[in-house]
């Protein structure tokens, strides 16, 4: 089987304690440091998701400007 440039796969083992270790290529691949937080998405179809570090940001900002935004048109009404 031909892998795709730029996929990837790889296999966790679940802890007693529910915790996974993210495996040292997909670490360095997406720049993964010890204390930094990952967002997880879940689907009960699809499953789990574990979004690019940078998305965390865009997702409140792309939130968070909504919301000013509808107070916007709610002041000017």
């Known amino acids: 089987m031909t892998v795709p440039k730029g996929k990837y796969a790889w296999t966790a083992t679940v802890g007693e304690k529910g ?23 879940g689907d009960e179809k699809r499953g789990i998701a574990i ?6 940001e865009e997702l409140f900002s792309v939130a968070f400007q909504e919301k000013d935004n509808e107070k916007d048109k709610e002041n000017n009404e």
């Open 19 to 41: 915790q996974i270790v993210i495996p040292k290529q997909a670490r360095n691949l997406f720049d993964i440091k010890p204390g930094d937080t990952l967002l997880l998405l």
């Open 51 to 56: 979004p690019p570090k940078g998305a965390f």
